[in-house]
């Protein structure tokens, strides 16, 4: 079956630590997938898609980058922790007529 | 540019009331929408989708939509909600093929009271 993990669940950073949040999904190849970022009262902000492997495409300019080293897995990354990337953070993939389907997110506070 | 709106910010409701929810887009050419709903807790879910054919478009949970092309509109229903509908409803689009980049409305919280 086809699935979508996203770790960790929350994650409490300090400003100027780097971030790592990982999404990999299962059951399906060469899926488009997406880094959304939830913020209350502003609803979701398309951050980052990939379409393949080493193919990145940034919406938004931020302190945020993202990597696909492999077919299923989206990397989403900081350098340098800002208080305001605090949010809460979606990865999503692409199911063709089905739309998108969502992990269970990760809310990172900056500190 | 590509855009969704939503009217509502919060609405509340009580229970066996009827539910609509607007949201209005703004996009060229072929569209697909969608309603999804987050849970208290719970990660995005989706309600209901339009690709073509019946504007009117069946989801679960007993909610419905309609697409109105003339008014650029996809509005969300439900006859009677419930308790258990308390949640966030965020209306989306994409239109096109390649890429699909999803553009969300800022969401409307809906609570419905005992």
């Known amino acids: 079956s086809q699935t979508i993990h996203q770790w960790p669940a929350t994650l409490v950073q300090p400003v100027g630590s780097p971030l790592s949040l990982e999404c990999t999904v299962e059951g399906t190849s060469n899926p488009n997938l997406y880094w959304y970022r939830q913020a209350a009262g502003r609803g979701l902000q398309l951050l980052f898609y990939?379409?393949?492997?080493?193919?990145i495409s940034s919406e938004v300019p931020q302190n945020l980058s993202a990597s696909r080293p492999q077919d299923r897995q989206f990397i989403l990354s900081s350098k340098k922790l800002l208080l305001s990337d605090s949010g809460f953070y979606l990865c999503?993939?692409?199911?063709?007529?089905?739309?998108?389907?969502f992990g269970s997110g990760t809310r990172l506070t900056v500190v | 540019a590509q855009s969704v709106s939503q009217h509502n910010h919060h609405v509340i409701l009580s229970e066996a009331a009827s539910l609509e929810l607007g949201c209005n887009y703004s996009y060229g050419g072929t569209v697909n929408l969608f309603w999804y709903v987050q849970y208290p807790g719970q990660h995005l879910q989706l309600l209901l989708k339009?690709?073509?054919?019946?504007?009117l478009v069946k989801g679960i949970k007993g909610f419905e939509a309609e697409f109105i092309k003339s008014k650029f509109s996809f509005n969300l229903r439900k006859p009677s909600v419930q308790w258990s509908d308390t949640a966030e409803y965020f209306c989306?689009?994409?239109?096109?093929?390649?890429?699909?980049?999803?553009?969300f409305g800022k969401g409307t919280k809906l609570s419905v009271i005992p």
């Open positions: 990939s379409v393949g492997i080493g193919q």
């Open positions: 989306a689009a994409y239109s096109g093929a390649g890429s699909y980049q999803l553009t």
């Open positions: 339009y690709f073509s054919g019946d504007p």
């Open positions: 999503a993939w692409m199911q063709g007529y089905y739309g998108y389907t």
